[in-house]
């Protein structure tokens, strides 16, 4: 079985057009925001417990680690920074990434540490709808500075 979602036969036809993907992207773009806004106005969590169950239960383990693992690089195509990123790219300065950045390794160990570490080493305070939501609006911005 190929890993490629375009390839197969009832998916591939619904990726590849262009008004359902922009409309799914723009949809995972408002449910991203969202919750990094529900994180600033209801900082509680006994008041907000949509902010980490959205970011620690669905965004980074299932969309972008059980996919990635699964699927390749799928998450990719509707991913809330890639897809504001294009915007950015073609806005920004036109020059290329270094070389050194281009390595996919880096982006693995980003992953780690920006997950991972932090998962581990302070797992009460990510339970903070307000730490949760400052802290992917730190890696949402980080992301869209470097397009």
Do not use: D, Q
């Amino acid at each position: 079985m190929t890993r490629n979602l375009l390839n197969w036969p009832l998916i591939g036809p619904l990726l590849r057009s262009r008004m359902l993907l922009e409309g799914l992207r723009s949809a995972v773009l408002l449910l991203f925001l969202s919750a990094i806004a529900f994180g600033f106005i209801y900082p509680k969590a006994e008041e907000n417990p949509y902010t980490t169950a959205l970011f620690w239960s669905l965004f980074w383990p299932f969309f972008l680690i059980t996919t990635m693992v699964t699927l390749g690089p799928m998450f990719c195509m509707i991913c809330p920074h890639s897809f504001i990123g294009r915007w950015l790219n073609r806005a920004g300065p036109g020059r290329l990434m270094p070389n050194w950045l281009r390595n996919r390794w880096w982006g693995l160990g980003l992953l780690v540490v920006s997950y991972w570490v932090p998962l581990y080493l302070w797992p009460g305070l990510l339970k903070n709808p307000l730490v949760t939501a400052s802290y992917f609006l730190a890696l949402t911005l980080l992301a869209w500075f470097m397009f």
